[in-house]
Every structure is written in C-alpha cells, then in structure tokens.
C-alpha cells in the first residue's frame, strides 16, 4: 500500500476509534502501519491539545494490540525513543499480562522519559511490583538519571524494600505450606477447601 493510503487508514482509525474495520484495515497492513503509528505525529481530528492527540494514539495502539500483541511485543525496543515511550503507555493501559515483563525491562532504557514512564507504573501497579522489577530498580539507583526522574529517590528505595518485603513472606509461606503437606502433593489452600463447613 502506498504511503498515503497507510496514512489515510490511520488518520481514519483515530477518527472513528470504536470501529472494528478500521482497526483491521490497520492490522492487515501489518509491520509498515505499526511503524509509522508508533513514530509519527499525526493531526487526530477533532483533538485542539497535544496531550489529547497522545490519549487517542495510546488507544489506538491499545485496541491494535487487542487484536494483533506485537504492535507492543515487537516495538518495544524501537531504536525510536518516541515510539518506545508511546508503546510502553500503551503496554501499561492494555494491562494484559504478557506485556509486565517487557515493561519492567524498560527499566534498562536510556530515554528518561521511558523510564519515568515505568517507574510510575511499577508504583502505581502492584502487578509488577515482582523480583525481577526490585533487581532492575536497585540498578537504576546506581544510575545517574535516577536524580532526574519524577518519582523520588526515597520512593523508588521503598518500592524495592516492599517488593522484597512481599517476597520474602510468599517464600516463608511456601515452605510452610511444603512442611504442612508433606508428601501429599497438595496445599494448604486445597486442605482449607476440602474441609467440613462446621470445622
């Protein structure tokens, strides 16, 4: 398809964002509509603010993944730090399971802008508040950028003591559920639920 023709599908897509065939004219053509979506500027009709032609944008990009994930999966380390930024909001508002661990490795990026983007969502998100999440934290504070982003210095410290605070109980509470069952090859939450209601 012709350059004008991507650009017209997407124009039209963020003109009617709730219609379905819009959403597939983009999904078929693939990789080449992705790319521009996720690096350009485009007048959203009817949008006066930058920041409302952003919103529109990351919910395009929310309803592409719906349909068709690499938009998010494949354009997450786009050498472009705009379409990097743009695909982690839309990663965080899709809030689809697949997509925490590519946003938490964000926390590797190089843009601030990404990187304030993640911080916010790990302490706005207890879903990705996991392991790997305190690791990449703890080596961001090391960084100099860790002066410069939004979210305090003392509150990422604290995000990394909760997570490791809330792996260290879910751990102490796996080995007693081991030393509970033994060699029944069950759990205390399965024990619980084959109990008698009177007990």
Known sequence: MSEDATDSAIVAALAEP??????????????????????????????????EGDDKMCNLLVRIAAV??????KNMTHPDSLA???VVSAAMVAGR??????????LL??????LDKVVWAIDRHPRLRTSKAAELLKALLERKVARRLCV????INELVAEIE?????????????????????????????????NI
């Open 109 to 114: 990026d190089r843009s601030i802008y990404v």
């Open 165 to 197: 605070f809330k792996n260290k109980k879910a751990e102490r509470a796996d080995a007693l559920n081991h030393h509970a069952c033994g060699t029944f090859g069950t759990s205390a939450a399965e024990i619980v639920y084959y109990l008698p209601p």
């Open 84 to 86: 990097r930024s743009r």
């Open 152 to 155: 305090p210095i003392d509150r």
């Open 68 to 73: 068709d994930p690499s938009i998010v999966t």
């Open 97 to 106: 399971h697949e997509f925490s661990d590519l946003i938490i490795d964000r």
């Open 18 to 51: 709730t219609n379905d065939q819009r959403i597939s004219d983009i999904v078929a053509l693939g990789q080449e509509a992705y790319d521009r979506i996720v690096t350009r500027i485009y007048k959203c009709p009817g949008v006066t603010h930058p920041q």
